[in-house]
């Protein structure tokens, strides 16, 4: 009887939260008290630097509240990428190597982050195998309708 009133108490705002990023969209309230420990809360200011482009990946970012602006400086307009706000992540790659960034992330506004860097992933596949198989398979999900997106555009959808 306690086991199940455990599981069915309502998640924390901020486990709520992380539950809402696509990417932590699978995982079960132990799995998400896991990963939430792993993050590392950041403040960054508005037009603050958050890691340049050609920088060494090393970790990926949850944007909890704010703005964030992924960009290639020197591209002029056409160098904007994407504007993320809260629930969204970026830098995600960074899980996966340490290949240099292909753009730099920057603070359009005050902006609260949690950090996941890779050594602390490599850690939970050691410590927890399943909570990270389920990272690993919903970033390859993530990875392949990005993908599919950029090589067929709108259509892409329709081949997930």
Request: proline content about 3%.
């Amino acid at each position: 009887m306690r086991l199940s009133l455990l599981k069915n108490r309502p998640l924390s705002e901020r486990l709520a939260r992380l539950h809402s990023v696509s990417l932590f969209s699978t995982l079960d309230p132990r799995e998400l008290r896991i990963v939430a420990g792993f993050l590392h809360d950041r403040q960054y200011t508005k037009g603050e630097i958050i890691f340049d482009e050609g920088e060494e990946g090393q970790a990926l970012y949850v944007v909890f509240s704010g703005e964030v602006t992924i960009w290639r400086p020197g591209h002029g307009e056409t160098g904007h990428v994407a504007s993320l706000g809260p629930d969204t992540f970026f830098g995600d790659l960074a899980l996966l190597d340490a290949a240099p960034r292909a753009a730099q992330a920057v603070a359009a506004s005050q902006s609260h982050l949690g950090v996941f860097f890779r050594s602390d992933f490599q850690h939970l596949l050691e410590t927890d195998a399943r909570a990270a198989t389920k990272l690993y398979r919903q970033l390859a999900h993530i990875l392949a309708r990005r993908l599919r997106e950029a090589v067929y555009g709108a259509r892409g959808e329709q081949y997930l």
